[in-house]
């Protein structure tokens, strides 16, 4: 007769060893891995929520049920107590291992070396162990491989191990959690709560929402940069700062050269230099610099027209004008739609 998993004590080991670390001082770091649809994050807040009911505590609903940012995870570590759970969702993502030495999983390093003290439980989950940055796979003191979801009786099917890392070689291995003598090769968790498991869905949307724009933003920029070589306008709109559209007003409207605008400005020629660069960039403009600006001497000394967007300045209907199809020269004449 087969047996009943939803009457089995939820991943009854892994609590029991949390608890165990709680009381010795300890902060816990829980991997949960598994391929998609294998019940990864059901699992994370599962056991979320069995952590609290333990401690007879409930979630705080106001907050947001995962971190997907390393800003998001810096603030809950930082105004967490000791036994709050956090969990991180898609760790891959956010810190994945051929970026090692990122911005962001150098900061993870940090914060991962530095909080024994807050006495957190981080629970966190990506899809291939391997894709992790190594130092967060080193640090881990569980690991839960979840297998798939029974969706006759409601439960996820997970393996559980301890974690031990070698300190002299960096090689972590793996231990079967036991009782009595024999090891434990399965635990079950079944789905979280609806309030939990709702709140997290909008999460997730936000999440992938932000995910793709970022991805889609970045191949525009990528494809802007790679048509600019081949003399292509670009498509995005990137506003000028102040500064900025005070450095082309002065070079490519005055004719002023890059020491009398530093003069001027009050700032060194590399500085303008820079500037102007960038300007270039935002918008697009193709030829050499020095070249426009003579050619552009030949055009009224009038102000460009431009529009204020909060701290940035934008100009108003920039052409990119073939001045001369010969030498490739290009100007920009702005002009005010009627």
């Known amino acids: 007769m087969r047996t009943k998993l939803s009457t089995i004590p939820e991943a009854k080991p892994v609590l029991n060893y949390i608890r165990t ?9 829980a991997l949960v891995t598994g391929l998609p649809g294998s019940g990864k994050s059901s699992t994370c807040l599962r056991l979320k929520e069995l952590i609290y009911a333990s401690r007879k505590k409930s979630i705080d609903m106001t907050k947001k049920m ?11 570590i930082r105004d967490s107590k000791p036994g709050d759970v956090i969990v991180v969702e898609e760790l891959s993502v956010l810190f994945p291992s051929r970026r090692a ?22 629970i966190t989950n990506a899809p291939i162990l391997p894709s992790v940055d190594s130092h967060i796979r080193a640090l881990a003191n569980i ?17 559980a191990f301890r974690l031990n890392t070698d300190v002299r070689t960096s090689k972590t ?32 949307d936000g999440f992938i929402d932000k995910l793709y724009a970022k991805l889609h933003f970045e191949q ?26 005070e450095a082309y007003d002065l070079y490519m409207r005055q004719g002023k050269t890059m020491t009398e605008i530093a003069k001027i400005v009050g700032c060194s020629i590399s500085t303008i230099s820079s500037r102007l660069k960038y300007v270039n960039k935002k918008l697009h403009i193709l030829g050499d610099f020095k070249a426009l600006a003579k050619k552009n ?6 102000k460009p027209i431009f529009i204020r967007q909060n701290d940035y300045v934008v100009p108003k209907n920039i052409n990119i004008v073939a001045q001369n199809q010969e030498s490739g020269l290009s100007s920009i004449n702005n002009q005010e739609n009627d």
């Open 21 to 29: 670390r709680l009381n010795h001082g300890l902060y816990t770091l």
């Open 66 to 76: 995962t971190c997907d940012n390393l800003l998001d995870l810096v603030e809950a």
């Open 101 to 122: 030495m990122s911005t962001d999983n150098v900061s993870i390093g940090r914060i991962l070396d530095t909080c024994r003290k807050k006495e957190v439980i981080l």
């Open 143 to 159: 690991l839960v491989e979840t297998l798939r979801v029974d969706r006759s009786q409601q439960v996820v099917v997970s393996k």
């Open 173 to 204: 291995y793996l231990h079967r959690f036991t009782k009595k003598g024999k090891d434990i090769n399965f635990i079950y968790t079944k789905k979280p709560g609806t309030d939990i498991w709702d709140k997290y869905e909008n999460e997730k």
């Open 220 to 245: 525009v920029k990528k494809g802007d940069k790679e048509n600019l070589k081949l003399g292509i306008p670009g498509t995005l709109e990137r506003p000028l700062t102040p500064k900025e559209m």
């Open 297 to 302: 001497k030949k055009i009224p000394k009038e």
